[in-house]
């Protein structure tokens, strides 16, 4: 057997030429190039403000691109809306995952998704939840249960249980570790290495340097909405920290740069 883990050389999925993204004077992405093939996981980190959650956005077709060009399986897109998104087969799991706690999780897969509306056939909802999960070897208790009574893994399970509904090709996670404690986030990380070897590609934001490394294929920085390079799990935290931070050139040094500077000045004159 080919390990797929070491070679996610599948067919690209998703391609960003120049993407830019402007909130009146404020550039939240400048000049965005990204790739994505099946079957592999990419990493997307950035400090507060990289303008991550913005790039998530404009894949998911909440936001229009200011410029730039997308393409979806060697085809220019236009991401009009949410449903264009979906309808393309690329699925978000938002950071607040959306979930209505007081319904079980089979009304939570299905939400707005019912099989057969008028009739909603609850025996076909049911075993096609069943199957999905199992699929992806989650460890929900039963699928009769409110959301509310679940962990925050499991919850994150349902939700991207949910977004696999459609069959995506693409599947863009917004933080899924974030609220999660350690077992929790071994199962979540799990979750998605089983995503990945269904063959989609993955897209997951996320701050946790640890989990970044566990999961992903490739790690793509940004910095103050532009690239600011593309990195492999073998690299350095000290690497990664300096592409996010900007360490070369921040503030911190050249301040305290400038403060080597003064001393010298203040020592020649006394
Ligand atoms: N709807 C919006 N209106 C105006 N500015 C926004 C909006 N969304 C994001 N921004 C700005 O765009 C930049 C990138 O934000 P964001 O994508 O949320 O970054 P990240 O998710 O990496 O923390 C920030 O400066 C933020 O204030
Ligand atoms: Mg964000």
């Known amino acids: 057997m080919t390990d797929t883990s070491k070679s996610p050389a599948g067919e690209l999925v998703l391609s960003l030429s120049k993407i830019s993204k402007q909130f009146g004077a404020v550039s939240a992405l400048t000049d965005i190039d990204l790739e994505v093939r099946a079957g592999e996981v ?20 909440v936001h229009q691109p200011t410029s730039g060009t997308i393409a979806f399986r060697g085809k220019e897109v236009t991401l009009a809306d949410p449903s264009a998104s979906l309808a393309l087969g690329i699925a978000t799991v938002f950071q607040d995952l959306a979930l209505c706690e007081n319904l079980d999780v089979v009304a939570n897969i299905f939400l707005g ?35 509310a009574s679940l962990s925050g893994g499991q919850r994150q399970t349902v939700a991207i ?39 989609l590609g993955v897209v997951m934001i996320s701050h946790n340097m640890e989990d970044v490394r566990a999961v992903a294929d490739r790690i793509v920085v940004l910095r103050l909405g532009r690239n600011n390079g593309v990195f492999y799990p073998d690299t350095s935290n000290q690497e990664l920290v300096g592409a996010i931070t900007g360490a070369s050139d921040n503030s911190v040094s050249r301040r305290s740069v400038r403060r080597a500077k003064l001393d010298l000045n203040q020592g020649a004159q006394s």
Do not use: F
Request: hydrophobic fraction near 50%; proline fraction near 4%; charged fraction near 25%.
């Open 42 to 61: 990419v990493a997307l980190v950035g400090d507060n403000g990289a303008g991550k959650s913005t790039l998530v956005k404009v894949l998911a077709g």
């Open 113 to 147: 998704k019912e099989l057969h509306p008028a009739q909603l056939d609850e025996v076909s909802m049911e075993v096609r939840a069943w199957t999905l999960l199992r699929e992806l070897s989650a460890r929900i208790p039963s699928v009769r249960i409110a959301v």
């Open 161 to 199: 249980a949910r977004s696999l509904l459609l069959e995506p090709k693409l599947i863009l996670l917004d933080e899924p570790t974030a609220a999660l404690g350690v077992a929790q986030t071994a199962e979540v990380l799990d979750l998605i290495e089983r995503v990945r070897d269904r063959g």
